[in-house]
């Protein structure tokens, strides 16, 4: 049997003592700890003791490591097991640790799946198909996921969309009127909002068509794809070569019609002279 010699406060942790048996350090424990064993001056420890001590204090330790892990900001049970195991914690406890969480409330899937749709619905322009995959990466179940989505309306998805796509039609265009549509139409399939929602979306806002910024771009593009086909190409081959490019970049038949036309004249003064 061992002795409590001595007991003592550390003084960079408040919350844990300094554990003396016959006169020399031995371990330190945690303040419930200290009070659930009732460790005072005198006592005596046999060695089963000393060991069911130092075991309830590495669990006190392991808990307070995931307390202070949920202190940064909420986490699903995922992501509380992946931080836990990262910590060397024994399956045994970590499983102790979830559930005791899960009972205190300071674990609800349900609780982060909500507030995490909530905040991205206000801080992103992300669709719900987007969010649905963020939360099933982090371990949320489909139907937890599912009701979560529910307070990501028509309405609001229309809004954010919409307020999107007004953002990107102000920035400088680089492509054809058309071929722009079709890209921003894709963006945001791919930033996850429902096609029904950006059929509306665009159905209901067409854009102005500036003929003037068309023009200037089309004659851009024109050119320098003819400097570049035309060194190898020549004819009816260049024709349809600038036909297809020019068309496969969104600009009308019409312009390319009388590109093409512009072409011939042309060569054909060339010929005569």
Known sequence: MSVITKIVRQKKHKDRYSIFLDETYAFSVAEEVLIHFQLTKGKQLSETEITNITKKDDYSKAYTAALRYLGYRMRTIQEMEAYLHKQDIPQTWIERIIVTLLDEGFLDDAVFANAFVRDRIHQTSKGPKVIEQELAKKGIKKEIIKQALEQYTFDKQYD??????????????????????????????????????????????????????????????????????????????????????????????????????????????????
């Open 160 to 273: 954010i969309a919409l307020k999107w796509l007004q953002k990107e039609r102000r920035k400088k265009a680089k492509h054809a009127h058309k071929k722009q549509e079709e890209q921003l139409k894709i963006k945001l399939l791919q930033k996850g909002f429902q096609q029904d929602v950006i059929q509306e979306v665009f159905t209901e806002n067409e854009p102005d068509f500036d003929e003037d910024r068309e023009a200037v771009l089309f004659e851009k593009q024109a050119e320098k794809l003819y400097r570049k086909h035309s060194r190898k190409l020549a004819g009816f081959d260049l024709e349809m070569k600038l036909k297809t490019s020019l068309f496969q970049r969104g600009f009308q038949a019409e312009m390319i019609d009388n590109y093409i036309q512009k072409i011939r004249m042309n060569q054909e003064e060339e010929i005569d002279e």
